[in-house]
């Protein structure tokens, strides 16, 4: 076996540090909440898309859902493979040059676009927004957009936008959100106008029916060579390339995910993206805008609870009454529809703010996908109580005694996935949390610093008391104390009160935190993880609550349908009052806890403890196999499962009008 390159802690943790954006050129106003700074004039009036660019959303938008109405997603259920057909139609309406430049042969629509179709095609099948995102937020459109030259682009950006799908090969079987470790190899040869990639990626999502490749791989530091982590286009037929495995899951069953073994693939200089190196920061730059695919996709399936949950809830009767009206059941409806509402929210100011381009998202996209996935999966599993027994049974049993064929227990284990694709839920929460503290390492780094000298230390002291001396001040007194502020909004004017003030109460926080715990702090991974964790909350508030005021002056100008905005701000009420409730219990865990014990205890768990507690069950998983399957670089023994999509043209796609 290959054994990943053998790397301290602190060699991990400089690797991270590398890839990581270190500059703030914009403004950013999730980075200002966790500073204790409410700047609500970053995101009020909630931006809006041009005329123009809304139309030709519009536009776009009723073709593809002309089409996704004549899909079947349980045929993709049934046969775990999305048929030819359904993706030669997405071709034809362009679905694979969503935001690709018209002058590559895409569509050139927005952020925002690009998540309504996602939205629209994961409600058809989960497994066709994965196709979608895996190819265009995160496979080889985005990356040459932002770092290609304009040769690569020429080269690649029309093919991908005719339908040459792409994927993207990070993982390896023991590398996963610590790429410092990575075992896979990009070498210079033929006096380097080429590289040689050798390794074995997992989990590569859409890898199975690839034609194009973005692959990490390590290229050795060398004479004339930078090295590090680099990114490659690769094609995927290329001599050495072999589709091992096509994985499967719980969910998401039409997936094309599977085990590529790279062996002597010889990849041309010009196809590097980038510089040697680069490839991590490539990667997290990419993700910026590319992590809004998975709110994109949970929206989605919100909105579709939603429908199921009002539904069924008025047609089925218990003790006299439809369920819904039962109190137990009609607060899990009202969590469904304002968490709902707060999902959309947050995915279109996020998007809109893609789209103008005047923030710096990293943070609020990261909030977006770590909020959206734990909140989706609660939603489903409120939706398969409220269907009881029927939430469990599958659709096709369902119909299979005439009753309707509603894919609940599908929804919960599709959705489970988002909480671990593109950085599971606990890495974004230390992603998130290293950015929320970023200004404090700025200015008192090396106090917090068990390597730096009392010379370095008595140096931060001084830096550290000029930005203490401007910044803590700040945090005593705002507008969320005055009784009359935000008084534009109306009765969510209160809600905003409430951000503002735990704003300051969340910088407060971060404070005491590094104060007690210093060089130690980022040891408390939960306390971290629930400082972002009501960061969260506090943007997706803000973002129901502006929305909410756009959509009541909409409602009053005639652009909206009457009623919209009072339904809007009955939707973020709740929203805000649930919210502040998870709030609350989040700051009062902070220091009321049982993290200190629980840490003890596992340290007791896994020193084998406690293994008498495991008795009188039996593991059938034991004596299986090895936790973590070797490989060894070398020619692959296996049969290549790779395979494509054949693209034969569809009458639905005729009929429901070419793209323009």
């Keep these: 076996m290959v054994a990943p390159a053998q790397v301290t802690e602190e060699q991990a943790r400089a690797v991270a540090e590398e890839a990581r954006e270190s500059g703030w050129d914009k403004p ?35 073709r593809l859902e002309r089409y996704c109405a004549s899909l079947d997603g349980a045929v993709i259920e049934r046969d775990s493979r999305i048929p030819d057909e359904y993706v030669a139609g997405l071709t034809e309406l362009g679905c694979f040059g969503l935001k690709v430049p018209p002058q590559y042969g895409g569509l050139g629509l927005s952020q925002v676009a690009y998540n309504r179709a996602l939205m629209l095609v994961s409600s058809v099948h989960p497994s066709v927004g994965a196709l979608l995102s895996a190819h265009q937020s995160i496979g080889v459109p985005e990356p040459l957009k932002l770092a290609g030259t304009p040769a690569q682009k020429e080269k690649f950006l029309p093919r991908c936008a005719k339908g040459a799908i792409s994927a993207f090969l990070l993982t390896e079987p023991d590398v996963g959100s610590d790429p410092a470790r990575m075992a896979s190899t990009a070498t210079p040869v033929e006096d380097g106008a080429a590289y040689e990639l050798d390794g074995v990626k997992l989990w590569t ?6 034609e194009l490749l ?8 060398s004479e004339g060579h930078r090295g590090g982590i680099s990114a490659f286009v690769v094609e995927a037929d290329s001599p050495g390339i072999t589709v091992e495995r096509r994985n499967s899951f719980m969910g998401l069953r039409g997936i094309e995910n599977g085990v590529t073994r790279m062996h002597q693939v010889r990849v041309p200089a010009e196809n590097l993206i980038g510089r040697e190196g680069d490839g991590l920061k490539i990667a997290l730059t990419t993700l910026n805008a590319g992590r809004l695919a998975i709110p994109a996709m949970c929206t989605a399936a919100g909105k579709w609870a939603l429908k199921i949950a009002r539904e069924w809830s008025a047609e089925r009767v218990q003790w006299g009454k439809p369920v819904g009206h039962h109190g137990a059941v009609a607060a899990k409806i009202s969590f469904v529809a304002a968490t709902t509402f707060a999902l959309e929210s947050v995915l279109e100011l996020s998007g809109q703010m893609a789209d103008e381009g005047r923030n710096d998202i990293r943070i609020e996209a990261a909030l977006a996908k770590l909020w959206a996935s734990e909140m989706a999966c609660q939603i489903a599993d409120e939706l398969v109580q409220i269907r009881g027994g029927r939430g469990y049974e599958t659709a096709a049993s369902l119909a299979a005694r005439g009753e309707r064929a509603v894919p609940v227990e599908q929804l919960l ?4 996935i988002n909480r671990i694709f593109e950085g599971s839920s606990e890495i974004m929460r230390l992603l998130v949390a290293r950015e929320a503290v970023d200004a404090h390492l700025s200015a008192a780094g090396d106090l917090a610093d068990p390597r730096s000298d009392l010379q370095h230390k008595a140096k931060a002291a001084l830096g550290a008391s000029g930005f203490y001396a401007k ?7 705002g507008k969320g104390q005055l009784p009359h502020s935000f008084d534009e909004f109306g009765s969510l004017a209160t809600h905003l009160r409430f951000v503002e003030r735990n704003s300051r109460k969340l910088a407060r926080s971060t404070f ?15 306390f971290l993880g629930r400082i972002v964790d009501i ?18 002056a909409e409602g009053e100008s005639g652009v909206a349908p009457a009623g919209t905005g009072a339904a809007s701000y009955e939707l973020a009420d709740a929203f805000c009052l649930q919210s502040r409730l998870r709030i609350d219990r989040l700051f009062a865990a902070l220091w009321d806890n049982s993290d200190e014990v629980d840490h003890t205890l596992t340290e007791a768990v896994l020193d084998g403890r406690y293994t008498w507690l495991e008795a009188g069950v039996i593991d059938p998983s034991e004596g299986t196999g090895p936790w973590i399957a070797q490989w060894s670089p070398g020619q692959s023994a296996e049969p290549n499962l790779a395979r494509r999509f054949a693209a034969a043209p569809t009458a639905d796609v005729a009929e429901a009008g070419p793209p323009t």
């Design 214 to 221: 973005v692959v990490m791989a390590r290229v050795p530091r």
């Design 512 to 526: 005491y935190g590094m104060a007690r715990w210093q060089a130690g702090m980022e040891k408390h991974q939960v």
């Design 205 to 210: 999502t859409n890898g199975v029916v690839a």
């Design 413 to 416: 284990r599709d959705l489970r």
């Design 471 to 477: 910044w803590l001040p700040h945090l005593v007194a």
């Design 28 to 62: 950013s106003f999730a980075k200002e909440l966790f500073l204790g700074r409410f700047r609500l004039d970053l995101v009020h009036p909630f931006p809006r898309p041009a005329p123009d660019e809304a139309a030709k959303t519009a536009a776009f938008l009723a």
């Design 535 to 552: 960061g969260a909350e506090l943007f997706a508030m803000s973002a129901s609550c502006v929305r909410a005021a756009m959509q009541r």
